[in-house]
Protein backbone atom coordinates (compact mmCIF):
# COMPACT_ATOMS: atom_id res chain seq x y z
CA UNK A 1 0.00 0.00 0.00
CA UNK A 2 1.50 3.15 -0.97
CA UNK A 3 0.92 5.98 1.54
CA UNK A 4 -0.14 9.62 0.76
CA UNK A 5 0.67 12.63 2.95
CA UNK A 6 -2.95 12.22 4.16
CA UNK A 7 -2.71 8.71 5.11
CA UNK A 8 0.70 9.81 7.33
CA UNK A 9 -0.83 12.57 8.88
CA UNK A 10 -3.86 10.07 9.75
CA UNK A 11 -1.47 7.77 11.26
CA UNK A 12 0.32 10.29 12.93
CA UNK A 13 -3.22 11.79 15.01
CA UNK A 14 -4.35 8.38 15.60
CA UNK A 15 -1.17 7.35 17.50
CA UNK A 16 -1.67 10.29 19.53
CA UNK A 17 -5.29 10.06 20.15
CA UNK A 18 -7.20 7.23 18.71
CA UNK A 19 -10.56 8.11 20.34
CA UNK A 20 -10.85 11.19 17.28
CA UNK A 21 -14.00 11.52 15.54
CA UNK A 22 -13.73 11.34 12.36
CA UNK A 23 -15.19 14.68 11.02
CA UNK A 24 -12.27 16.15 13.51
CA UNK A 25 -9.83 13.68 12.20
CA UNK A 26 -10.82 14.97 8.62
CA UNK A 27 -10.76 18.18 9.63
CA UNK A 28 -7.20 17.86 11.15
CA UNK A 29 -6.15 16.19 7.83
CA UNK A 30 -7.97 18.36 5.75
CA UNK A 31 -10.07 15.97 4.24
CA UNK A 32 -13.55 15.43 3.81
CA UNK A 33 -15.31 13.15 6.31
CA UNK A 34 -16.08 10.12 3.91
CA UNK A 35 -12.73 10.45 2.30
CA UNK A 36 -11.04 10.46 5.67
CA UNK A 37 -13.06 7.35 7.02
CA UNK A 38 -11.92 5.44 4.00
CA UNK A 39 -8.71 6.09 4.07
CA UNK A 40 -8.82 5.24 7.91
CA UNK A 41 -10.50 1.45 6.60
CA UNK A 42 -8.10 1.06 4.20
CA UNK A 43 -5.41 1.64 6.57
CA UNK A 44 -6.84 -0.68 9.15
CA UNK A 45 -7.65 -3.33 6.16
CA UNK A 46 -3.79 -3.53 5.47
CA UNK A 47 -2.90 -4.27 8.94
CA UNK A 48 -0.73 -1.39 9.80
CA UNK A 49 -3.64 -0.13 12.41
CA UNK A 50 -3.76 -2.96 14.08
CA UNK A 51 -6.13 -1.76 16.49
CA UNK A 52 -6.76 0.45 19.10
CA UNK A 53 -6.60 0.73 22.91
CA UNK A 54 -7.40 2.90 26.42
CA UNK A 55 -3.40 3.57 27.41
CA UNK A 56 -3.62 2.58 30.96
CA UNK A 57 -1.81 4.74 34.03
CA UNK A 58 0.08 1.63 35.88
CA UNK A 59 0.60 3.28 39.10
CA UNK A 60 -3.09 4.74 38.92
CA UNK A 61 -3.81 1.30 38.42
CA UNK A 62 -1.96 0.34 41.62
CA UNK A 63 0.82 -1.43 39.85
CA UNK A 64 3.72 0.95 41.15
CA UNK A 65 6.78 -1.85 40.33
CA UNK A 66 7.65 -2.48 36.79
CA UNK A 67 10.46 -5.02 36.06
CA UNK A 68 12.73 -6.22 33.08
CA UNK A 69 13.34 -9.70 33.75
CA UNK A 70 16.31 -11.49 31.99
CA UNK A 71 15.32 -15.40 31.64
CA UNK A 72 17.40 -18.53 30.63
CA UNK A 73 15.73 -21.59 29.87
CA UNK A 74 17.86 -24.60 30.21
CA UNK A 75 17.04 -26.42 27.25
CA UNK A 76 16.42 -25.08 23.69
CA UNK A 77 13.80 -27.59 22.14
CA UNK A 78 11.13 -26.27 20.32
CA UNK A 79 8.44 -28.43 22.85
CA UNK A 80 10.50 -26.23 25.90
CA UNK A 81 9.77 -22.84 24.00
CA UNK A 82 6.39 -23.48 23.19
CA UNK A 83 5.69 -24.38 27.10
CA UNK A 84 7.25 -21.38 28.27
CA UNK A 85 5.67 -19.33 25.88
CA UNK A 86 2.31 -20.55 26.90
CA UNK A 87 3.11 -19.92 30.38
CA UNK A 88 3.96 -16.38 29.29
CA UNK A 89 0.84 -15.67 27.48
CA UNK A 90 -1.11 -17.03 30.39
CA UNK A 91 0.36 -14.65 33.35
CA UNK A 92 -0.81 -11.30 33.61
CA UNK A 93 1.81 -9.97 35.38
CA UNK A 94 4.28 -10.33 32.38
CA UNK A 95 2.54 -7.50 29.71
CA UNK A 96 5.89 -8.06 27.43
CA UNK A 97 7.88 -11.00 26.24
CA UNK A 98 10.50 -11.00 23.63
CA UNK A 99 13.06 -13.80 22.51
CA UNK A 100 16.46 -12.18 22.46
CA UNK A 101 19.79 -13.03 21.14
CA UNK A 102 22.71 -12.35 24.20
CA UNK A 103 23.00 -14.36 27.18
CA UNK A 104 19.46 -14.12 27.98
CA UNK A 105 16.71 -16.16 25.76
CA UNK A 106 13.79 -13.35 26.85
CA UNK A 107 13.09 -10.08 28.54
CA UNK A 108 9.96 -9.98 30.35
CA UNK A 109 8.53 -6.77 31.38
CA UNK A 110 6.72 -7.45 34.28
CA UNK A 111 3.82 -5.32 36.34
CA UNK A 112 3.26 -5.70 39.95
CA UNK A 113 1.73 -3.77 42.85
CA UNK A 114 4.78 -3.92 44.91
CA UNK A 115 7.89 -5.78 46.17
CA UNK A 116 6.11 -8.64 48.00
CA UNK A 117 3.82 -9.12 44.76
CA UNK A 118 6.68 -9.50 42.76
CA UNK A 119 8.43 -11.46 44.78
CA UNK A 120 5.78 -14.29 45.26
CA UNK A 121 5.07 -13.95 41.41
CA UNK A 122 8.98 -14.69 41.23
CA UNK A 123 9.06 -17.41 43.71
CA UNK A 124 5.44 -19.15 42.62
CA UNK A 125 5.31 -18.55 39.48
CA UNK A 126 8.19 -17.68 37.25
CA UNK A 127 10.99 -19.72 38.46
CA UNK A 128 8.31 -22.97 37.93
CA UNK A 129 7.45 -21.94 34.35
CA UNK A 130 8.91 -24.78 31.88
CA UNK A 131 12.48 -25.07 31.28
CA UNK A 132 12.94 -21.79 33.22
CA UNK A 133 17.36 -21.73 34.32
CA UNK A 134 17.76 -18.23 35.45
CA UNK A 135 16.58 -15.47 35.68
CA UNK A 136 17.82 -11.76 36.48
CA UNK A 137 15.41 -8.75 37.39
CA UNK A 138 15.79 -4.86 37.21
CA UNK A 139 13.82 -2.57 38.31
CA UNK A 140 12.34 0.36 36.93
CA UNK A 141 13.56 3.48 39.03
CA UNK A 142 12.28 5.99 36.68
CA UNK A 143 10.45 6.39 33.07
CA UNK A 144 12.23 8.89 31.47
CA UNK A 145 10.46 7.67 27.47
CA UNK A 146 8.06 5.65 27.08
CA UNK A 147 6.03 6.06 23.81
CA UNK A 148 3.40 4.08 22.00
CA UNK A 149 3.89 5.69 18.60
CA UNK A 150 6.40 4.75 16.27
CA UNK A 151 7.96 6.58 13.84
CA UNK A 152 6.81 6.79 9.99
CA UNK A 153 10.04 8.47 8.68
CA UNK A 154 10.93 4.59 7.56
CA UNK A 155 7.31 3.96 5.66
CA UNK A 156 7.20 4.87 1.32
Same mark, same amino acid.
Given at each position: !???????????EILQQDS??????????????????????????????IAGYVAL????????????????????????????????????? !?????????????????????????????? !?????? !????????????????????????????
Open positions: !MKLTRADRKILSVTNVELAERVGLSPSPCLRRVKQLEASGLLDRRKARLDLLAYVEVQVDRHSETAAEAFADAVRREP !MVVGCHAMTGGYDYLLRVVAPNLDAYADFT !MKRLLK !MPAVKDIRSSFVLETIKDATALPLDYLE
